[in-house]
C-alpha cells in the first residue's frame, strides 16, 4: 500500500513539472526568445557629413565675362577692352573642374579646387584701342589669347554637426593669375599684359543630408580690399544636389558663380583685370 502511495505521488509531481513552461524553451508562438536582449546595430548614414575624402570631376558649361586694361602710365589710361566683344573670345565655354575634399578630423575640413581657361580670338577692331602705350585701329586684325588660371585653399571648421546637418566657417586662400596678348596682324604690334593676386577670403559652407541618397550643398567666400593703390576683390558661389547611387558614388548638379577683380595702380604701367564666370554643373564624386 505505501507502496502504491509513493508511485501516485511521484506521478503527480512529474505531471505538475511537466505543466510549468521551460524559461529556456521556445515560446508559445513557436519563435524564438533570445535570453539576454542585445542592442540592434545600426550602420549610420553616409552622406557628405560621414565622408573623409572625397574627389569631384565636374562638367561646367560657363558663361564667361572677362574685362581688361594696360596704361600707357598714370595719367594716361588705356582703353578698357570687353574681350569676348572686342577681342572675339568665346562667351561660352564648356569647362572641366576638380576638386578635392578632406576631412582631417571630426570637424576639420579641407577643400581644394582648380579652374583654368584659355581663350583665343581673331577678329578686326570695331572699334580703335589704346593698350599698353600701343595704338590698334579700327578694322585692324587683331589676334588675341587670355589665360585664367585659379587654385583655391579652404579651411572650415564645423560649429553645428549632427546626422542630417552640419555649418562651418573658415578661411579660403585662393591664387589667380591672368595673362592676356595681343597681336595686331596688320600693324605688327605685340602688347602683353599679366597679373598674379592672392586672395585671402572668409568661408561659410552648409550641408544637408536630406536622406540616405540626397544631399544638398552650399557654400559662399568673398572678400573686397583696397591697400597702396592696389583693389581687390574675390567672390567664389557655389550649391548642389546630390545623389548617393553606391556608398561611394555620387552624381549631381548645382551652379557656380566666380568673381574675381584685381586693379594695380602702384606701378609705372597701371593695369586692371576682371573676370565673372557663372553656370550650371553636372559632376561626379568618388568619396570614402
Known sequence: MRV?????????AGA???AEPDSTGPASDGAARP???YPHETRPMSSPI???????????????HTNVHLDTGPKQPGTL?????????KERLNQGRMELYFRLLERHRLRVDYFGSDRDGDLPLARG???GGHEYHLGDLVQSDVQDTMLGFTYTYSFIRSEHFEVGAG??????QADAKALDVTLQERAEASGVGVFPTPAVDATWAIS??????ARAQYLGIDINNVTAAFGDYHTDLQYRWKRNFEIGVGYQVIHARLEDDHTEQPKGFELNVRGPEAFLRVSF
Open 81 to 89: 577692352i570687353i574681350a569676348e566683344q572686342d577681342l572675339g573670345l
Open 50 to 64: 560621414t565622408d573623409h575624402f572625397s574627389i569631384r570631376a565636374t562638367f561646367f558649361p560657363a558663361t564667361l
Open 35 to 37: 535570453r539576454y536582449p
Open 129 to 131: 584701342i589704346t593698350f
Open 4 to 12: 502504491l502511495l509513493l508511485l501516485i505521488a511521484a506521478m503527480s
Open 212 to 217: 540616405q541618397r540626397f544631399a544638398w550643398t
Open 16 to 18: 505538475v513539472f511537466a
Open 171 to 176: 578661411l579660403g586662400l585662393h591664387l589667380l
